[in-house]
């Protein structure tokens, strides 16, 4: 049996990067033993797949690419790791695909400890475990300190569409009703509170998860999903926004439905924040026909990421790409996509 | 949540509502003109857009968004001066985030991050002198901003900049005083306030006696307002009382808060460290003077105007902007010739564009403008 090649450095350089056999160290090492499967385990260049095995899922193939660059690396609740593989799952399956594959590519800065890469790595082989995909091809790069910021990764996914599903942003109707499947905001939250600049004594988790079977029991409850997006970057007022925009349609929201944890709600109150500009990395929005609004809510609540799932709104008459949301006076307000970056207010 | 659901629960701004209603009836003057009732504050201005009261109030009361945000007023010639001072070599410039996006004459600090230079987001100044204490090799510098709320943090900070013996702490004060501008406001030709919503932090500060001029001298009412929604309408509520009955008063709503002779701690570290300027240019409104503070002669070592070499060039405001307009109740913010188009909360032509407190901005966001069709 061929013998694995062992990385014995404790931090990364240069020569990791460099082609040769510290490269290959590392590959070995960390990548292929961990991830370990046929297709990845072969070193070729690229990733085989029989057709045939591939046509039992469905007619269509859902592809996707995202890249994570987070700050801390580490947070409660998750990593870069565990985000660069729910985020990609979560990209295909609002399609209502099945995920099965990933590449990873890295981008590691010189001087990053093993230690701590290998723990992201192990974390990526038990998010994809856990999610039933594998991570079957790869890329590593490594940069001169100063150049990256510790570790970038990418990942690009492929699955399967199964026939008769047909989400796109475009489908909304006027009359649809909008679902979350449960709190907003806590990944967002999460990270600001863990950058440490806020010196919050709150306990804040990212929402990081899978959430292909919960899009499956949702298919089986409602095939008929109009729009499905993941609200990661921009946070639920984007995917909302993009919805308005893409079907030109309004969009009107109920304050008072939206889930939003306390210690969430109490950041966004201390900084002038906005929650539903929060990113999530566990969380879907959903326009759904209002005749299977209820029985859907009930599916999703049957569902360990969709128990806090709500009905916060409905798609409605009036100028399209428009997101209105009432507030708990009556009131109305416009809920745009986010502007830049959010800011705190100075008081 | 505790402390904050108890100031948002509907049915009491309901009652309140019905309150407002009714009282309106009993004041003659509003049937010839709205009353203009001036927040001064931008915390209100957010507020009242945020839970959409101004839709909710009867057409007899019309809001005018004051002056009342310290980013919205700062004047491009400073954040050009900011720029001069953090992209020289060295330099760690640190801001709190809603100045990042103030345009200056060329650009803003946003963009001077973009190209090179260390500029840092800090959420208090002394998170700036922690960072001066780890870099002692860089020279930090704290843009210092805000009314007499942010103040005491930044004298606080000078003087433990001071006590600590830290060398490579710098403050860049643009520290302001609301007094000065309120005044400015009322001796305006154009001036036709009924009445004044209080800002409710500067109050915790100052309390309440420094506007007392309002009655006495311009026989208007001003009631401290907390930022809460049931806050910002019970305030209006005591303020249509006090117009029913002809009276004149500063009055309190926020007491839970607002002590009546303010914070002499505080009060006492501002007056250590600050001394007022002869005058201080605000964005739209022009130089008033004693309208700002600046570092005493015994804490000079610290002052960034003095150790570094900075521009310090007045900068029109662009020709077409009339946030000086908007900001005296004028003219409200869509009927600006430039609002929604060239300018926009992406690409802010004037300053009350740019923070979510200032005006424009808040109508841009929350109004119910149809910006397509302007």
Same mark, same amino acid.
């Given at each position: 049996?061929?013998?694995?090649?062992?990385?014995? /450095?404790?931090?990364?350089?240069?020569?990791?990067?460099?082609?040769?056999?510290?490269?290959?160290?590392?590959?070995?090492?960390?990548?292929?033993?961990?991830?370990?499967?046929?297709?990845?385990?072969? #070193?070729?260049?690229?990733? $085989?797949?029989?057709?045939?095995?591939?046509?039992?899922?469905?007619?269509?193939?859902?592809? &996707? &690419?995202?890249?994570?660059?987070?700050?801390?690396?580490?947070?409660?609740?998750?990593?870069?790791?565990?985000?660069?593989?729910?985020?990609?799952?979560?990209? #295909?399956?609002?399609?209502?695909?099945?995920?099965?594959?990933?590449?990873? @590519?890295?981008?590691?800065?010189?001087?990053?400890?093993?230690?701590? #890469?290998?723990?992201?790595?192990?974390?990526?082989?038990?998010?994809?475990?856990?999610?039933?995909?594998?991570?079957?091809?790869?890329?590593?790069?490594?940069?001169?300190?100063?150049?990256?910021?510790?570790?970038?990764?990418?990942? &690009?996914?492929?699955?399967?569409?199964?026939?008769?599903?047909?989400?796109?942003?475009?489908?909304?109707?006027?009359?649809?009703?909008?679902?979350?499947? @449960?709190?907003?905001?806590?990944?967002?939250?999460?990270?600001?509170?863990?950058?440490?600049? #806020?010196?919050?004594?709150?306990?804040?988790?990212?929402?990081?998860?899978?959430?292909?079977?919960?899009?499956?029991?949702?298919?089986?409850?409602?095939?008929?999903?109009?729009?499905?997006?993941?609200?990661?970057?921009?946070?639920? /007022?984007?995917?909302?926004?993009?919805?308005?925009?893409?079907?030109?349609?309004?969009? $009107?929201?109920?304050?008072?439905?939206?889930?939003?944890?306390?210690?969430?709600?109490?950041?966004?109150?201390?900084?002038?924040?906005? /929650?539903?500009?929060?990113?999530?990395? @566990?969380?879907?929005?959903? &326009?759904?026909?209002?005749?299977? /609004?209820?029985?859907?809510?009930?599916?999703?609540?049957?569902?360990?990421?969709? $128990?806090?799932?709500?009905?916060?709104?409905?798609?409605?008459?009036?100028?399209?790409? $428009?997101?209105?949301?009432?507030?708990?006076?009556?009131?109305?307000?416009?809920?745009?996509?986010?502007?830049?970056?959010?800011?705190?207010?100075?008081? | 949540? +505790?402390?904050?659901?108890?100031?948002?629960?509907?049915?009491?701004?309901?009652?309140?509502?019905?309150?407002?209603?009714?009282?309106?009836?009993?004041?003659?003057?509003?049937?010839?003109?709205?009353?203009?009732?001036?927040?001064?504050?931008?915390?209100?201005?957010?507020?009242?857009?945020?839970?959409?009261?101004?839709?909710?109030?009867? +057409?007899?009361?019309?809001?005018?968004?004051?002056?009342?945000?310290?980013?919205?007023?700062?004047?491009?010639?400073?954040?050009?001066?900011?720029?001069?001072?953090?992209?020289?070599?060295?330099?760690?410039? !640190?801001?709190?985030?809603?100045?990042? %996006?103030?345009?200056?004459?060329?650009?803003?600090?946003?963009?001077?991050?973009?190209?090179?230079?260390?500029?840092?987001?800090?959420?208090?100044?002394?998170?700036?002198?922690?960072?001066?204490?780890?870099?002692?090799? +860089?020279?930090?510098?704290?843009?210092?901003?805000?009314?007499? !709320?942010?103040?005491?943090? !930044?004298?606080?900070?000078?003087?433990?900049?001071?006590?600590?013996?830290?060398?490579?702490?710098?403050?860049?004060?643009?520290?302001? !005083?609301?007094?000065?501008?309120?005044?400015?406001?009322?001796?305006?030709?154009?001036?036709?306030?009924?009445?004044?919503?209080?800002?409710?932090?500067?109050?915790?500060?100052?309390?309440?006696?420094?506007?007392?001029?309002?009655?006495?001298?311009?026989?208007?009412?001003?009631?401290?307002?907390?930022?809460?929604?049931?806050?910002?309408?019970?305030?209006?509520?005591?303020?249509?009382?006090?117009?029913?009955?002809?009276?004149?008063?500063?009055?309190?709503?926020?007491?839970?808060?607002?002590?009546?002779?303010?914070?002499?701690?505080?009060?006492?570290?501002?007056?250590?460290?600050?001394?007022?300027?002869?005058?201080?240019?605000? %964005?739209?409104?022009?130089?008033?003077?004693?309208?700002?503070?600046?570092? %005493?002669?015994?804490?000079?070592?610290?002052?960034?105007?003095?150790?570094?070499?900075?521009?310090?060039?007045?900068?029109?405001?662009?020709?077409?902007?009339?946030?000086?307009?908007?900001?005296?109740?004028?003219?409200?913010?869509?009927?600006?010739?430039?609002?929604?188009?060239?300018?926009?909360?992406?690409?802010?032509?004037?300053?009350?564009?740019?923070?979510?407190?200032?005006?424009?901005?808040?109508?841009?966001?929350?109004?119910?403008?149809?910006?397509?069709?302007?």
């Amino acid at each position: 049996m061929k013998k694995t090649r062992k990385l014995h /450095a404790s931090h990364i350089n240069m020569s990791h990067g460099s082609g040769g056999k510290a490269m290959r160290d590392l590959i070995e090492d960390l990548f292929v033993s961990c991830f370990d499967n046929p297709q990845l385990n072969a #070193l070729e260049d690229q990733a $085989r797949f029989d057709l045939q095995s591939l046509q039992q899922y469905g007619e269509r193939l859902a592809f &996707t &690419t995202d890249s994570y660059v987070v700050d801390p690396l580490f947070f409660p609740g998750g990593n870069i790791g565990t985000l660069a593989v729910n985020g990609t799952i979560n990209d #295909l399956a609002v399609s209502g695909a099945k995920p099965l594959y990933l590449s990873c @590519g890295m981008i590691i800065e010189e001087g990053m400890p093993v230690s701590e #890469l290998r723990e992201i790595v192990q974390s990526m082989k038990a998010a994809a475990d856990l999610a039933g995909v594998q991570i079957v091809t790869g890329d590593t790069k490594v940069v001169p300190h100063g150049k990256g910021d510790k570790l970038f990764i990418n990942t &690009t996914g492929i699955g399967v569409i199964p026939q008769g599903i047909e989400i796109s942003a475009s489908r909304s109707k006027v009359g649809d009703k909008v679902i979350v499947n @449960g709190y907003i905001g806590d990944h967002g939250a999460a990270i600001l509170n863990a950058r440490g600049d #806020l010196a919050l004594d709150v306990s804040l988790e990212t929402d990081c998860q899978p959430l292909h079977e919960l899009m499956s029991v949702m298919l089986a409850a409602c095939p008929d999903l109009h729009a499905v997006r993941d609200a990661s970057r921009g946070g639920v /007022a984007t995917v909302l926004n993009e919805f308005a925009e893409s079907a030109n349609v309004s969009i $009107r929201l109920d304050e008072s439905c939206i889930p939003v944890r306390n210690t969430v709600r109490g950041v966004c109150e201390i900084l002038g924040l906005d /929650a539903l500009h929060f990113a999530n990395e @566990g969380k879907l929005v959903a &326009t759904v026909p209002a005749d299977s /609004a209820e029985a859907l809510l009930h599916a999703m609540q049957s569902h360990p990421a969709g $128990r806090e799932a709500a009905i916060i709104g409905e798609v409605v008459e009036g100028p399209a790409g $428009r997101v209105v949301i009432k507030t708990g006076f009556g009131g109305e307000r416009i809920l745009d996509m986010l502007v830049g970056e959010q800011l705190p207010r100075i008081c | 949540m +505790k402390f904050v659901d108890e100031f948002r629960d509907p049915d009491m701004a309901k009652s309140l509502l019905d309150k407002i209603n009714q009282i309106v009836k009993e004041i003659p003057r509003c049937q010839q003109r709205p009353l203009q009732i001036m927040e001064v504050c931008g915390g209100h201005t957010h507020s009242i857009f945020r839970y959409g009261l101004e839709q909710l109030l009867p +057409k007899e009361i019309e809001l005018v968004h004051g002056p009342g945000c310290p980013v919205c007023v700062l004047p491009m010639g400073r954040v050009d001066d900011c720029i001069a001072i953090a992209e020289q070599p060295n330099v760690i410039f !640190t801001t709190f985030g809603d100045a990042m %996006r103030v345009p200056g004459s060329k650009k803003s600090l946003l963009q001077a991050k973009a190209g090179g230079a260390d500029i840092r987001m800090v959420y208090s100044p002394m998170d700036a002198l922690q960072l001066a204490k780890k870099n002692p090799d +860089k020279q930090v510098v704290f843009f210092g901003l805000g009314f007499e !709320t942010t103040m005491p943090s !930044t004298a606080l900070t000078l003087l433990q900049a001071k006590k600590e013996g830290v060398s490579n702490f710098y403050l860049f004060c643009n520290h302001i !005083t609301i007094i000065p501008t309120i005044k400015a406001i009322l001796d305006s030709p154009d001036m036709t306030i009924d009445g004044f919503l209080g800002p409710g932090h500067v109050s915790m500060i100052i309390g309440q006696k420094p506007y007392e001029f309002i009655s006495r001298h311009y026989q208007r009412p001003l009631v401290i307002a907390g930022f809460e929604p049931l806050d910002i309408l019970q305030s209006l509520y005591m303020l249509l009382i006090q117009i029913r009955d002809e009276r004149a008063e500063i009055e309190n709503q926020y007491t839970r808060l607002v002590p009546e002779s303010g914070n002499r701690q505080a009060l006492q570290a501002v007056s250590e460290v600050f001394e007022l300027r002869e005058f201080f240019e605000w %964005r739209g409104l022009g130089s008033i003077d004693h309208s700002g503070v600046q570092i %005493r002669q015994s804490f000079a070592q610290y002052d960034a105007e003095r150790h570094f070499i900075v521009p310090n060039l007045t900068i029109a405001d662009p020709k077409a902007c009339q946030c000086g307009e908007v900001l005296k109740g004028a003219i409200k913010p869509w009927q600006c010739k430039v609002f929604g188009k060239e300018c926009t909360p992406e690409t802010p032509l004037g300053a009350l564009m740019v923070s979510t407190e200032g005006s424009c901005s808040a109508y841009y966001a929350y109004g119910k403008i149809d910006v397509d069709n302007l």
